[in-house]
C-alpha cells in the first residue's frame, strides 16, 4: 500500500527501462511523483538478451495512472547528458529529485582493462552524477527544498586482509567508481545542506532479484539465497530517501536493508505459499 508522498513531486530517474530503474520508476508514481525516465533505450530490442525499454516502462506507469516521460541518452556522452534535465522541466516543471541508477558495469582484470572501457565506467557512474547534479541544482534552490538519491554499490568498500580474500580485482574499477560516487554525494550533502536539498547514497546489502539477475546468476541465487535481496527493499528506501527530511537525513551512505530496519519500514515479503 503507498501513501502518495509524492504528489506534486517531479523527478529524473536514470537507467529505467529495465532492473531496478524499472522497479524504482514505478514505486516513485506510485507514490505521486511525474517522471522523466532515461535510459539508452527508447524502443524494444528484438532477440535482446534482456527485455525492457523506456517506452514500456512509461506505458506501464500510464496504464496504472501515473505520470511520466521518456528521455533517450547515452549517459557516457557529456553532450547527451546536457539534454536531460532541459527536457524534463520542458515536458514535466521544475525538478526537486534526482535518482541517480544507471551505471555501467564493466568488469575485467585491473591491469587489462583499456582506458576507453576505464573512461565509459567513470562518466556513467561519477560524471554524470554530477552534471545532472550542477543542472537539477537551479530548480532545487529556488524552490528550497529538493533530494538527490545516488545508487552504489558493496563494490566500493575495500578488503581487509590478504589479497584473494574479497572482492574479486575484476570488479576494482566498477568498485572505485562507486567509491567516488559515495565521496562526491558527501560533498554535495555539505554544499548543499543550506539550501534544504538532502544528497544520500543507498546501495543494496547484496544482489537484488531482478530479471537481469537471475539471467546472469540464477542458478546460484536459487542455490544461496541470502545472496540476492528484494527489489522492494530498494524501492522503499529510496523512496523514503526521496521524501526525508534534508535537515536531518543527507550525507549518508546507506545500505538498503540496514537502514529500513533503522526506520522500522523493511517491507514484509509475501511467503512462497501466497505467492
Known sequence: MTTQRMNGRVAIVTGASRGI???????????????????RTIDPVPNASLEG?????VSEIEQAGGRAIAIEADLSDPADRAKIVPAAREALGPIDTLVHNAAAAIYAPLLEMPLRRRQVVFEVNVH???????AVLPD??????GWIVNLSSAT???DEGPPGKGVPSTMTI?????????RMTLGMATELYEHGIAVNSIAPVAGVNTPGAEALVGQLLKEQPDLVEPV??????VVQLATCDPKTCTGRLL????FLDELGAKPVEPSPSET
Open 21 to 39: 530503474g524499472r522497479a524504482l520508476a514505478h514505486r516513485l508514481a506510485e507514490e505521486g511523483a511525474a517522471l522523466a525516465l532515461v535510459a
Open 53 to 57: 525499454s523506456l517506452n514500456q516502462t
Open 128 to 134: 554524470a552524477a554530477l552534471d545532472l547534479a550542477q
Open 140 to 145: 532545487m534552490r529556488e524552490a528550497g527544498r
Open 156 to 158: 566500493s568498500r575495500h
Open 174 to 182: 566498477y568498485g572505485a567508481s562507486k567509491a567516488a560516487l559515495e
Open 232 to 237: 522492494s527493499w530498494l524501492q522503499e528506501a
Open 255 to 258: 545500505f538498503s536493508g540496514p
